[in-house]
């Protein structure tokens, strides 16, 4: 069956810098773009970042431009966050996402086909 799950979470400091993976299991993963979101407590989940199957192509929600990197590795069939310099205001639980269309980049959370559990990330000030 289709699996993402999520890791590398965990508590840092404001300035600090953490790495999420998400691994893929049961389907082509290179057939799919992929994403990652976020969802802080009492908020709806918002896009951070979307890279296509070949990882040529980006997109960043305007909050982490600058700051977040993702990207892929498709024989590893796992996708990157690099998060730096890292705020408070970045405290969420963090989501990666597979879309079946794996050119064109989405920051709809409802075009994503597959969701992976959740990693939590803590940003202290």
């Known amino acids: 069956q289709v699996q993402l799950v999520e890791s590398g979470g965990g508590l840092v400091q404001s300035g600090g810098s953490l790495r999420l993976s998400c691994a893929a299991s049961?389907?082509?993963?290179?057939?799919?773009?992929m994403g990652w979101f976020r969802q802080a407590p009492g908020k709806e989940r918002d896009f951070v970042a979307a890279?296509?199957?070949?990882?040529?192509?980006?997109l960043y929600a305007d909050s982490v431009k600058g700051r977040f990197t993702i990207s892929r590795d498709n024989a590893k069939n796992t996708v990157y966050l690099q998060m730096n310099s890292l705020k408070p205001e970045d405290t969420a639980v963090y989501y990666c996402?597979?879309?079946?269309?794996?050119?064109?980049?989405?920051?709809?959370?409802?075009?994503?086909?597959?969701w992976g559990q959740g990693t939590q990330v803590t940003v202290s000030s």
């Open positions: 996402a597979a879309r079946m269309d794996r050119m064109l980049l989405s920051s709809i959370p409802g075009r994503y086909e597959y």
């Open positions: 049961g389907f082509t993963f290179s057939s799919y773009a």
């Open positions: 890279i296509n199957w070949s990882g040529s192509n980006t």
